[in-house]
């Protein structure tokens, strides 16, 4: 099991590497997870992102469905939903089966963001004003999983007393606003955007409201891993995974050559690219222990949730077992 004394979780956002398919990318999350239930990790977290060439959990409990139906014991769940994406009676009914399929097993996560940049917003024919209701949104979504219906005569069938549990993603104080309200876990992406990731820790825990799913704060936070036998390989895969996001902030739109990306990471705007993959534990196994130690006491964090930014299905692998047996 994890010798890191915080408990450990996994967000898989199911990369293509760049020699890789979409295909070998599913097969490597699979292989993930069963390595994962093995080495005892809590849980396993899939994100909603599209039009991401580098991202393959766009259809969140699709790939949830097919890793429950072939892992035994690890809880999953997504990392999360995008609620202004759906509505929440459709995301009620798909995690309302998950539950029912797999029960005891299944998280969902929700987020405020589209996960996408705007021509893909618009493709997926969002509401502009979605995201303003997202609030009400959640606590609708809530009462769909719970044993009342938000609205006369509609039930989510599946879904309706599956109490899936519910947690609040975030990267800003809003996020962490509505967790402490409602009462629920919070996730901070500390794992891309850490800027305010004590302040918003603050502003939950301070402002927190028990309620029936969580009668205390709870407070989970991302962080970047890159695990490797040696140095040298860890610090190589931590320079592609910062031309991976150099590619993501920059080059929507436009196929960039490997020349095209050295000069884009020349630019003063490629602080944003360091700024993403500030809160990362990159080393052999030894440093990235002592570094997930430090970031869980610095943070107060009931639990972490590891982003492993390898290069490639297999380097991925050795990151999430070797996280598993340090210390």
């Excluded at 009668?215 to 695990?227: D, F, L």
């Excluded at 380097?315 to 210390?327: I, K, Q």
Aim: proline residues 6%; hydrophobic residues 45%; negative net charge.
């Amino acid at each position: 099991m994890p010798k890191v004394s915080t408990p450990l979780s996994i967000l898989d956002l199911a990369a293509v590497g760049r020699e890789e398919t979409v295909a070998e990318s599913f097969a490597g999350s699979l292989e993930l997870a069963r390595l994962a239930e093995r080495c005892e990790y809590r849980r396993i977290w899939y994100a909603e992102h599209h039009n991401i060439s580098s991202i393959a959990s766009s259809a969140t409990a699709v790939l949830i469905a097919h890793i429950a139906a072939k892992t035994e014991t690890i809880r999953l769940g997504a990392g999360g939903v995008m609620l202004p994406n759906h509505s929440p009676l459709v995301i009620a009914e798909q995690f309302g089966t998950l539950e029912t399929l797999h029960p005891g097993r299944i998280d969902l996560g929700l987020g405020r963001a589209p996960g996408t940049d705007q021509r893909t917003w618009m493709a997926l024919r969002r509401d502009p004003g979605a995201s303003d209701r997202f609030p009400q949104d959640v606590v609708e979504l809530q009462k769909f999983l719970g044993d009342e219906s938000p609205l006369p005569g509609i039930k989510a069938v599946p879904g309706r007393g599956t109490h899936v549990p519910l947690y609040i993603l975030g990267s800003s104080l809003f996020g962490a606003e509505l967790a402490a309200e409602l009462g629920l876990p919070y996730a901070f992406a500390s794992h891309f955007a850490p800027r305010f990731l004590h302040e918003a820790l603050e502003v939950y825990r301070d402002g927190f409201k028990p309620s029936r799913q969580q009668p205390e704060p709870y407070v989970i936070t991302g962080v970047g891993v890159i695990a490797a036998d040696t140095s040298e390989s860890a610090a190589a895969q931590l320079e592609a995974a910062r031309r991976v996001r150099a590619r993501a902030l920059f080059g929507r739109g436009r196929k960039l050559s490997e020349d095209d990306v050295t000069a884009l990471l020349a630019w003063p705007q490629a602080v944003a690219v360091d700024e993403m993959l500030a809160c990362t534990a990159v080393g052999v196994a030894d440093e990235v222990t002592a570094y997930l130690e430090s970031f869980a006491a610095d943070t107060g964090a009931e639990e972490l949730m590891t982003v492993h930014y390898s290069d490639s299905v297999p380097n991925r692998l050795r990151s999430v077992e070797l996280t598993a047996s340090s210390g």
